[in-house]
C-alpha cells in the first residue's frame, strides 16, 4: 500500500499567488482530513470530509482556503490569495472503516512558504 | 472543548534508559479515544499507540506502553530500551465521535548515546 500521497511536498511563492495543495487517500478509506502544522499554533485539524462530504470545516481559517473532495481517491486544498501567514506543513490523513476507523493514517505532508 | 496539554517541551533520555511523556485531558465525554503519534525529522506522523477510554487495561505497543488514568484525565506514554531511532516530536492526541482529533503542543525527545 502507498499510504496517503501528498503533492507537492514542497511549494514556494509568493504572496498573491493561487496555492493548490493536492492529496490521495489510502485506498478504501472514506474520511479525509486536512491539517495545517506551524510552530505558533501545533497541529490544527482544517477540515474533514465522510464520503466526499465536508462534515466540519470550522478550522478553515478564512475564505481564502477552500477544500474539494471530488472523488473518493482525490481531494484539494487552496488557498488564494497566498499570504506569509499561510506558510506551514499541510498535512492530509485519512482513515478506513471498520475497527480501525478510529486510527488516521498521515501523508507526508506539504511544506508551504509564501515569500 | 476538549483540550489537550503536554507540560513538557523537551525531554531528553540515555539510549536504553526509559523515559515517560505526560499527557492531561479535559472532555466531558466518557466515550473517547487517546492516540500518542511520533513526528520524526522527515515530518511523516507515524501512531504509536492508541488507548481506548472504555478499556481499563493499559496498551502496550513493544517498548511504548501507557499509563491510563481516566479519572484524573491522564495518558503517559512510556519508552523501555530507548533508542536513538525514538528521537522525535511526540504528540498526544484526543478523540471522541465525530472523528475529530485535537493534538496537544508535542514534546521534543531527545536520546542520547
Known amino acids: 500500500d502507498a499510504g496517503v500521497i501528498q503533492s507537492p511536498r514542497h511549494e514556494v511563492t509568493e504572496m498573491g499567488q493561487e496555492v493548490t495543495l493536492r492529496c490521495k487517500p489510502i485506498?478504501?478509506?472514506?474520511?479525509l482530513f486536512w491539517y495545517r502544522q506551524t510552530m505558533m499554533r501545533g497541529l490544527e485539524l482544517l477540515i474533514y470530509f465522510n464520503n466526499n462530504v465536508p462534515i466540519d470545516d470550522s478550522g478553515m481559517p478564512e475564505d481564502r482556503f477552500s477544500a474539494k473532495m471530488p472523488n473518493a481517491s482525490f481531494s484539494t486544498l487552496k488557498i488564494q490569495p497566498s499570504e506569509p501567514r499561510d506558510s506551514a506543513v499541510y498535512f492530509c490523513?485519512?482513515?478506513?472503516?471498520?475497527?480501525?476507523?478510529?486510527?488516521?493514517?498521515f501523508g507526508p505532508g506539504t511544506r508551504l512558504t509564501v515569500l | 472543548a476538549q483540550t489537550v496539554t503536554q507540560s513538557q517541551p523537551e525531554m531528553s533520555v540515555q539510549e536504553a534508559e526509559t523515559v515517560t511523556l505526560s499527557c492531561t485531558y479535559d472532555?466531558?465525554?466518557?466515550?473517547?479515544?487517546l492516540f500518542w503519534y511520533k513526528q520524526p525529522p522527515s515530518r511523516q506522523m507515524i501512531l504509536v499507540i492508541r488507548?481506548?477510554?472504555?478499556?481499563?487495561q493499559n496498551a502496550t505497543e513493544n517498548r511504548f506502553s501507557v499509563n491510563f488514568q481516566k479519572a484524573a484525565k491522564s495518558f503517559s506514554l512510556k519508552i523501555s530500551d530507548s533508542q536513538l531511532g525514538d528521537a522525535a516530536m511526540y504528540f498526544c492526541a484526543y478523540r471522541r465521535g465525530g472523528n475529530k482529533l485535537v493534538f496537544g503542543a508535542g514534546t521534543i525527545l531527545r536520546v542520547k548515546s
Open positions: 490523513a485519512s482513515s478506513p472503516v471498520g475497527p480501525l476507523y478510529n486510527e488516521q493514517f
Open positions: 485506498s478504501g478509506h472514506n474520511s
Open positions: 488507548q481506548e477510554a472504555y478499556k481499563q
Open positions: 472532555t466531558s465525554e466518557s466515550d473517547y479515544y
